[in-house]
């Protein structure tokens, strides 16, 4: 059985929304675009649906979608591993390659942590057109964790 | 006299937003909250006005937004160098710093180029809040440039 | 089987070193200390063996050394992709996470491309001390083609 | 008058050079290659003495020497900045953009710090080719602070 503690596997998706639901609901304005699917220890998994604002003429998604994509869906892995002291999680650094134009469909990260500190977290985030093999575009980023609850 | 011959001095802000809505109208959609404030060879500054959508509870402005607002500024300083030719630029790496919580005030961005090559320019911007003098956030960032009319 | 057809399965560890040897023998001043240890399309991994000019006191590798490995790895890659028409990629940007001190052993390198465009590739590196699971360094690269044989 | 204090003006040269000497004597392996020519507090300026071993055929500097100097630069500044807490700095990311190939001269950093906070620095290092105007490589790159003694 897959435990939730986040002292072992992590919190799932469902307790990962309730959070950041309760401590950051603002995160939603504009409409609930990003649907967390999948949450663990160290991973998760993020949709993006998509919507007419965020398509450019030519039928491709911008720049900025990519970025808010990718630094939610690590946001999320980092406090489906650390719980509620996630939440407080700041982003620090991000790099971001951008390496296909995606179609006008769906935008899936699935992110990995690379690192978790006491003090700063590491994650890297894959974004996938919906349904297609190709990766469009791959960004790492470091965040600081003011109150990891680490020791 | 300040020249505004791409092949000397670089184009102007009016110059440089004319192009831009010639051929990039989209990028006003939601309203005009970019104002390019000045352009030239190889520079730009870029304002962000505030706006509500922008504005994160704690009053501080998203990543996004920061994020948003250098790649663009970078863009200028681009088709303000190269002409129409700087249209097609794509951004192909970005790495963002973020260094302070902004003040929920405009953003202004100060752009200078570090390298302007046949196949890819590098820019660098440095966002600060209206009227204040340390950096929010830093990010530099490379172009590819399909067709930059260099030899 | 496998072919060494650059059209399709890339370039084996031999050819690979056998190209460099022959255009880029500099790489190896100060002592063969880079073992490819395999190579194919879009992918190498690459071992560095631990030198005492390597090491830091407290018995680490030094993060130069890291860079080194991270982006040599990653231009085997691209060779071993495009055949000798990658012997011209230059590191245009990388972006080096240091995650663990790693331990004064060899390190490896494992290396995927995630992007092989007509005149830019981007790599991932992710490496590890020799016999452990952590990652000690994860670095992302992009390098200009001036001359990648593809249309 | 210029002040040493570190609270004040930062430490100069000599103080740093003092300070890497007692602490870190190893970054000179190989030979004294590094010359600080300048430091204060949020700045240093570094010169890499042009050497055989730096020089690749074709007469110009490798990567890995143009990374080890705007890591080792950013490094010397929070020294400068610091004073002896600064010593325990550990880099955690690093971008590096390659704009030029450099000639087979002197290599000279300057630095600027653009944060400095509890747990973290975040300096810029802008490598030139002695006497030359045109930039080599640029450089970003964030500290953690196991002990700044900030508040």
Redesign the interface.
Known sequence: MRSNDPASGGLDAAQVEALINRHFP?IH??GRSMLIEAAGDRQARVRLRQQD?HV??GGTLS??TM??LA?FSIYVAIIATLGEAGIEA???????????KPAPRDLVSVVRL??VGR??A?G?A?LFSDGAAE?VA?A?A?Y?LPNSGLP
Chains 1, 2, 3, 4 share one sequence.
């Open positions: 603002q304005v504009g604002r450019r003429p720049g900025p970025f808010t630094d700041v982003t620090s650094t991000l790099t971001i390659n951008f390496l296909a690379i690192r003090r700063l590491v890297e894959q990766m791959q790492t470091s600081a």
